[in-house]
T-cell receptor, first 114, second 116 residues
Framework: DAKTTQPPSMDCAEGRAANLPCNHS???????VYWYRQIHSQGPQYIIH???NNETNEMASLIITEDRKSSTLILPHATLRDTAVYYC???????????????FGTGTKLQVIP | NAGVTQTPKFQVLKTGQSMTLQCAQD?????MYWYRQDPGMGLRLIYY???????DKGEVPNGYNVSRLNKREFSLRLESAAPSQTSVYFC???????????????FGSGTRLTVV
């Protein structure tokens, strides 16, 4: 499984875009990039995922570099409720129907400041 | 849509006591997982079950046992609780996936366990 590297913490002003980077330089061709967030001590919550194209949903945008070695999660207009720990992980999908076993790191603690 | 349900939400045990943490999912997922999270740390995998009838050790399996009772349920047992097992425990499930129409893991809300 490819490992990821994220900054331990970031601040963002309320209403501004929050850009959270992730390095996954050892990612392989069948691995997707997933982002989750954990608010307080709740269970992690799915945000977005992608393979090689940029993705957008109602929560965020995901920008993946052309070489796929890094990505950025963008929260376009951060609110105080976006204060959380954000995890970037990679997940492999095996054509034979294999399972996923992924290691979560310590993520990035995003503090949205009023 | 319940997703992943964990019980109990809170538990206090005395050293040496045993208990079972329950987890059930209603999404027909094949794979299920148990993680622990200690203060200031990420999630560490204890055990996982790739499919019904199989279980495997993760990063930190010592002191724990698991049972995949059926496709829906995956329990975690502490036979003789120790203070080092004080943690928040999360259960998760996933679908063996192909393609992009897959949301990876779905997590439960956690069990906060204190061993005194």
């Amino acid at each position: 499984d490819a490992k990821t590297t994220q900054p331990p913490s970031m601040d963002c002003a309320e209403g501004r875009a929050a850009n959270l980077p992730c390095n996954h330089s050892t990612i392989s061709g069948n691995e997707y990039v997933y982002w989750y967030r954990q608010i307080h001590s709740q269970g992690p919550q799915y945000i977005i995922h992608g393979l090689k194209n940029n993705e957008t949903n109602e929560m965020a945008s995901l920008i993946i570099t052309e070489d796929r070695k890094s990505s950025t999660l963008i929260l376009p207009h951060a609110t105080l409720r976006d204060t959380a720990v954000y995890y970037c992980i990679v997940i492999s999908y095996m054509n034979s129907g294999g399972y996923q076993k992924v290691t979560f790191g310590t993520g990035t603690k995003l503090q949205v400041i009023p | 849509n319940a997703g992943v349900t964990q019980t109990p939400k809170f538990q206090v045990l005395k050293t040496g006591q045993s208990m079972t943490l329950q987890c059930a999912q209603d999404m027909n997922h094949n794979s299920m997982y148990w993680y622990r999270q200690d203060p200031g740390m990420g999630l560490r995998l204890i055990y996982y079950s790739a499919s019904e009838g199989t279980t495997d050790k993760g990063e930190v399996p010592n002191g724990y046992n698991v049972s995949r009772l059926n496709k829906r349920e995956f329990s975690l047992r502490l036979e003789s609780a120790a203070p080092s097992q004080t943690s928040v425990y999360f259960c998760a499930s996933s679908e063996r996936g192909q393609g992009v129409a897959n949301y990876g893991y779905t997590f439960g809300s956690g069990t906060r366990l204190t061993v005194v």
